[in-house]
């Protein structure tokens, strides 16, 4: 009963890894968002608008985002709170620059974390007698620990932040 007593947009996150997996890997559309980021002038050599595709993808991943912090503001708790999400966000990019730009390590990456922070709940209900600002911490200081140790295999796009500019090399 519990694998079938969640929300709709729990269901809906967990179809869209594979199919967002499928489509970045295996349509032009994918295709242009890796050249958007590793090569902008060979996808505008090829006649693809780079200002658009980044701008789609802002959004795209934007409204992903908004989608997810809905549900952690009204379906979860039922209120928000500033810093509510206690910097999920920057866990979230971490995840994505280690992943190496495959959507299920990211899916992946982000069961470990989940699982990691319903840990320091069980910690706390256990009364194991450890401040619980240590407790609450201990995910963020494994996202840095598997950071320090896997940071050289990390993958950022090596266009990632830089404008593109028609006609420059």
């Known amino acids: 009963n519990a694998l079938f007593n969640h929300h709709v947009l729990v ?11 499928w489509l970045y890997r295996r349509t032009h559309i994918g295709l242009n968002l890796q050249a958007a980021g590793d090569r902008p002038a060979a996808l505008d050599a090829a006649g693809v608008s780079v200002t658009a595709t980044r ?6 991943t934007g409204l992903l985002g908004g989608l997810g912090g809905a ?20 866990i979230g990019i971490v995840l994505a620059m280690l992943a190496r ?12 974390f989940g699982a990691s922070l319903s ?14 600002d240590i407790i609450q911490m201990l995910p963020f200081a494994m ?7 896997f940071a050289r295999n990390s993958h950022l796009p090596p266009a990632l932040g830089i404008p593109y500019h028609r006609g420059e090399r």
């Open 55 to 60: 701008t789609a993808a802002v959004l795209v």
């Open 101 to 112: 730009g495959k959507p299920l390590w990211v899916a992946l990456g982000a069961l470990l």
């Open 11 to 21: 269901y809906t996150a967990v179809l869209l890894v594979p199919a967002l997996a």
């Open 71 to 90: 549900y952690l503001a009204v379906v979860s708790s039922g209120l928000f709170l500033p810093f509510m999400t206690g910097g999920a966000g920057f």
């Open 143 to 149: 996202v840095i620990l598997v950071l320090i140790i």
């Open 119 to 132: 840990l320091t709940t069980a910690l706390q209900v256990a009364g194991f007698n450890i401040p619980t």
